[in-house]
C-alpha cells in the first residue's frame, strides 16, 4: 500500500471539505451528455479499431490529414442536449488514439495543425456555456500513438517522458478555455498504481487550476466519484457516481441498425435506476465524422426530453437512495444489508420506484387500465396521485396489497408510455417479496 505522506494527507482532506459544495449542481443535474468523437470516427468500426485491427500508427495517421469536419458541429450537440433534458456534457478532448482535439504545444499530432486546421475543443466549450450547459473534459491516460505510450512501463526515461507529456497536456485543457467543471479520466494503462503514474501531483495541478473542478476515479485515485460502464451498479451508500452507457453499443460512430439502439423507454428507465441508486446518467452519442449527430439518436433524445420537460421533477434534484428496500426472502425486513452485498431492484411487474424522503414514485412502464395493484408494502399509503398534477386517486390496502382506482383506462403518457405515480407514507415503508407466496 502506497504511504499517505503529509502532502497527500493534506491533499485527500482539502478534496474531503470541498467535496459536498462542489458536487452540489452535479448532484442536481443528474443527466449528461458523453461525446466521443475522433479519427475513429472516420473508419466507423469502433473506437478500438486502431488496436482491435493492428492498424500501423503510420498509416493510422494518415486519417488526421483526411479528417474534416464541419465548423461547429458542437452546437447541434448542445442544442439536443439541452432539449433532451441534460444538464451536463463531457467530450473526449484525446481518445486511446493519441489525437488532440485542441490546439496544443505539446505535439503537433492535433487538431489545429492536422486535417480539421481548428481548435475543437474551443468549439465545444463554447458551444456548451452558450446552452446553459457545464463542460467536462475526457482525457485518455493511455495513448496509442506516443512513442512511450507503452515503452515507459519498463523505461524510467520514457516513463519521464510520457509523463511530462500527460501533464502537459492536462494542464494545457486545465488552462486555456476558463472554467472547466469536470475532468474526466480513462484507462490508466499501463503504469500499475497512482505513484506510477504521479496521479498525486497530477490532480493537484488539476485542482490548482480549476478549484471548482470534479474529477473521476480512473486515475488511480478514488477522488469525487466512481464511473461504471455500461452498467448501472450504486457504488457504496455516500459515495457519488455516474453510470457512462452508449447508445447502441459503441462509443464511436458506428452505422448500427435501429434495433441497436436504446429507445426513449430505455433511457428513461436507465434515468429511473440511477435516481434509485443516488447517480447520474451519462448517455453517450458518436457523432459522424463530419459532426452531425445520427437522426436515430436526435429522435430519441428529443422524446426524452419531452418526457423529462413533464415530469423531470422526480429526476433533478435531490433523491434518496432505495437500498435494502426490497428484501427477497420472508421475514428479513428491517435487516441491514452488508457492503459487499448488491442492493436489489425495487419493483413491481408493472413499474419501478424511485424515493424522495417518505414519498416513493411508482415508475409505471405497463399500464393496466383503471386499477394498479401493488403488493409487499409494510406501511399503510396516506395519499397517492398521478404526478405531477393529477388529483388524489382512491385506494384501497388490505394487509401487503395496495389496490389503486380511479386511473384513466388508457395509459395517459402519450409521451413515452411511461407515467409515474406518487404514494406518500408517514413512515417509509419496505417492499418485502420471496420467491413464495407467504410472507412472514
Known sequence: MARITPARKAYLEQVQRTRQRRMRWWREARFGMF??????????RHEW????????????????????????????????????????????TKHHEGFLLWDSRMTDYNAAQRGPGRDLVAEFVEAARAEGLRVGFYYSLMDWHHPD??????????????????????????????????????????????????SWTMNNMVRQLQPEILINNRSKLPEDFGTPEEHITPETAGRPWEACMTFNGSWGWQDAP???????????????SCCAGGGNLLLNIGPKPDGSVPEIAVKRLLTVGRWLERYGG????????????????????????????????????????????????????????????????????????????????PFRQ?????????????????IAGVVPIELTFKTMPEQCLSAGYDIV
Not at 461525446?35 to 470516427?41: N, T
Request: charged share 25%; proline share 5%.
Open 398 to 414: 388490505e394487509g401487503r396489497h395496495l389496490l389503486i382506482s380511479g386511473l384513466p383506462e388508457r395509459c395517459p403518457d402519450r
Open 35 to 44: 461525446i466521443h468523437w475522433g479519427l475513429y470516427s472516420l473508419l466507423g
Open 149 to 198: 505510450g507503452s515503452r515507459c512501463l519498463r523505461d524510467t526515461a520514457a516513463r519521464k517522458r510520457f509523463l511530462e507529456f500527460t501533464q502537459g497536456c492536462v494542464r494545457e485543457l486545465c488552462s486555456n478555455y476558463g472554467k472547466i467543471d469536470i475532468f474526466w479520466y480513462d484507462v490508466a494503462w499501463p503504469l500499475p498504481t497512482a505513484e506510477a503514474w504521479d
Open 258 to 272: 435501429a434495433e441497436d439502439w436504446r429507445s426513449a423507454r430505455e433511457i428513461i428507465g436507465m434515468l429511473r
Open 49 to 92: 479499431a486502431m488496436n482491435w485491427e493492428q492498424i500501423p500508427r503510420a498509416e493510422y495517421e494518415r486519417l488526421a490529414s483526411l479528417w474534416k469536419p464541419k465548423r461547429h458541429a458542437a452546437r447541434q450537440w448542445a442544442r439536443l442536449a439541452r432539449k433532451a433534458g441534460m444538464r451536463y456534457m463531457v467530450m473526449t
Open 314 to 393: 422526480i429526476v433533478y434534484g435531490k433523491v434518496d437512495r432505495l437500498d435494502a428496500r426490497l428484501l427477497w426472502r420472508p421475514g428479513e425486513a428491517g435487516r441491514k444489508r452488508l457492503p459487499h452485498q448488491t442492493p436489489r431492484v425495487y419493483r413491481t411487474g408493472t413499474g419501478y420506484w424511485t424515493r424522495r424522503g417518505t414519498t416513493l414514485y411508482f415508475w409505471c412502464f405497463r399500464w393496466t387500465g383503471s386499477e394498479l395493484a401493488i403488493g409487499g408494502l409494510t406501511q399503510p399509503v396516506r395519499t397517492v396521485r398521478l404526478y405531477p398534477d393529477g388529483k388524489a386517486l
